[in-house]
């Protein structure tokens, strides 16, 4: 059976939800730009086949659906520059921390930010290659790490400074991960076209202007490290998905410091996949009957 090259979930011009491999024309890489798609059946972490069958992609959704994906972890301070940038030493081992699956969102939809999160400063931004695991793994040596990998997508690890790092004592867990807060897609891509994820690109933008621009290269810890280390006494899952850190550029690292608004446009991109672009939004308070 052939196996796919993008995957994406996607509402088709049907009206129906589809997974399926994405059809991009000669030279482009970036899966937000792809209008058809071959449509997969099956179980995407068992037995499937992308068939013939192609269909119009109307809307891209989040590459995984919430009964496919599983623990989304996460890794703080993994790139040098950003290390150095936030004045805290570089990490002798992984930093590292959980999001709820709630917070994962798709590459188009908005960033919504509770009123809690509304309170004070701090709102970031943070670009991160996401690595989905492919097969159940533990105690994996670096040398085969990437062979659990199912493919790479990029991320956004949205965060609220004064949630995770000054109220209660620092709550990293509550300040990253409100509802929607890990954008991520906008597909897929196989690690058999990614064969090296230590040399791409990896941006951000804000309003139009780059803030974030790097190479993984820099990480601290490789994706074949990140997974040894996590897959110690720990089993990864089909469906688990590694937010891998951010580069230099955060909001919080600048002078002055720039925080995210109500109405801001952040697109996050890496090299070989593409981008996600997503709004900020103010959300009201729930009215209390």
């Known amino acids: 059976m052939a196996t796919f090259s993008r995957l994406i ?7 129906r939800t589809y997974y399926g491999d994405a ?7 970036d899966i937000a730009k792809a209008k058809q798609a071959k449509i997969i059946r099956g179980q995407i972490f068992g037995k499937y086949d992308v068939t013939d069958q192609v269909e119009d992609i109307r809307l891209l959704l989040a590459p995984l659906a919430l009964d496919d994906a599983k623990t989304v972890r996460c890794l703080g301070l993994n790139y040098e520059q950003h290390a150095k940038e936030s ?23 908005p960033i919504p930010v509770h009123p809690l999160a509304q309170q004070g400063t701090g709102l970031d931004y943070e670009c991160e290659l996401v690595a989905i695991i492919g097969k159940a793994c533990s105690d994996v040596p670096e040398s085969s790490a990437l062979d659990y990998v199912l ?10 400074r004064d949630w995770q790092l000054k109220h209660g004592g620092g709550q990293w867990s509550l300040g990253k991960g409100f509802d929607g807060w890990a954008p991520y897609g906008p597909g897929i891509v196989s690690s058999k076209i990614i064969k090296d994820p230590q040399n791409l690109q990896i941006t ?5 202007k780059t803030v974030q621009e790097s190479s993984t290269k820099d990480m601290i810890f490789g994706i074949a490290k990140t997974i040894a280390f ?4 720990t089993t990864l899952l089909p469906g688990d998905l590694i937010f891998t850190g951010t580069p230099q550029g955060v909001g919080m690292g600048r002078k002055p410091q720039l925080w995210l608004k109500d109405g801001d446009i952040v697109e996050v991109g890496l090299e070989g996949v593409g981008s996600c672009v997503n709004k900020v939004e103010f959300t009201k308070p729930k009215s209390k009957l």
Do not use: E
């Not at 979930?9 to 009206?15: N, Q, Y």
């Not at 996590?230 to 006494?233: H, P």
């Open 9 to 15: 979930r996607f509402l088709a011009k049907d009206g």
């Open 23 to 29: 059809i991009l024309p000669d030279g482009v890489t």
């Open 87 to 109: 004045n805290l030493p570089i990490p002798k081992f992984p930093v590292l921390f959980y999001k709820p699956i709630t917070s994962l969102a798709g590459p188009t939809d």
């Open 151 to 160: 493919g790479y997508a990029i991320g956004n690890d949205v965060s609220h």
């Open 204 to 208: 951000t933008k804000l309003n139009g």
């Open 230 to 233: 996590l897959s110690q006494g």
